[in-house]
């Protein structure tokens, strides 16, 4: 069992910057896909970036070239940070593990 635990949203302004957080615990991540899907109020969840264990990465046309996704397996943790925000960047975000687990995520706003 893994238990995925979301920080660092915020409020920021457009054009700004966030990094978000996603601690593991329960079991090693080191071997899992890992992604961070988005949920915008009366939208569907949608996959915005993934990182595969040997660290290649895949990430939503919408936000490529603005979010980075990273890993770093001896802190069991894995990271979006995303600049140049939009307001339509606004959502709550998520992350998952090995298409299992959930965290309860984290929100997102971008707002003048």
């Known amino acids: 069992q893994v238990q995925l635990v979301e920080s660092g949203g915020g409020l920021v302004q457009p054009g700004g910057s966030l990094r978000l957080s996603c601690a593991a615990s329960g079991s090693s991540i080191s071997t899992y896909r890992m992604a961070w899907y988005r949920q915008a109020p009366g939208k569907q969840r949608e996959l915005v970036a993934s990182?595969?264990?040997?660290?290649?990465?895949q990430y939503a046309n919408s936000v490529k070239g603005r979010f980075t996704m990273s890993r770093d397996n001896a802190k069991n943790t894995v990271y979006l940070q995303m600049n140049s925000l939009k307001p339509e960047d606004t959502a709550v975000y998520y992350c998952?593990?090995?298409?299992?687990?959930w965290g309860q995520g984290t929100q997102v706003t971008v707002s003048s």
């Open positions: 998952h593990a090995d298409s299992m687990y």
């Open positions: 990182i595969s264990w040997y660290s290649g990465t």
